[in-house]
């Protein structure tokens, strides 16, 4: 019996193989998945006095100092990576500097 033959009669290398496809599979379809990602830049509380006083060329002084690192996050509000701002041509993007670690959910 040749190797060929040996690993088709196999039933454990028969199942590790069509777990591998089923696992790409899974994957590919995944990947596949849009995720809405944004960057923040920082955050703040308003009164609704001061909201309806702003007009063009308002000043909104924030706490977050300009080398503070931005924040990446998916979907309501999870940080995922912190980065800095870069410029490539005319688009603006996020340079990532490090990943956050998420604590585990139960």
Do not use: W, Y
Not at 22 to 32: D, I, K, M, N, Q
Request: net charge positive; with cysteine; glycine share 6%.
């Amino acid at each position: 019996m040749n190797g060929e033959q040996a690993s088709s009669n196999c039933p454990t290398m028969k199942s590790a193989s069509t777990r591998l496809t089923s696992r790409e599979t899974l994957l590919a379809r995944v990947g596949s998945i849009s995720v809405p990602v944004s960057v923040q830049l920082c955050q703040r509380r308003m009164t609704l006095r001061e909201f309806l006083a702003l007009r063009p060329g308002s000043f909104i002084p924030f706490s977050t100092h300009c080398d503070e690192p931005l924040k990446l996050q998916v979907k309501e509000g999870s940080t995922i990576a912190l980065g800095e701002p870069v410029q490539n041509g005319s688009q603006l993007g996020l340079r990532l500097s490090r990943f956050v670690e998420q604590p585990v959910r139960q």
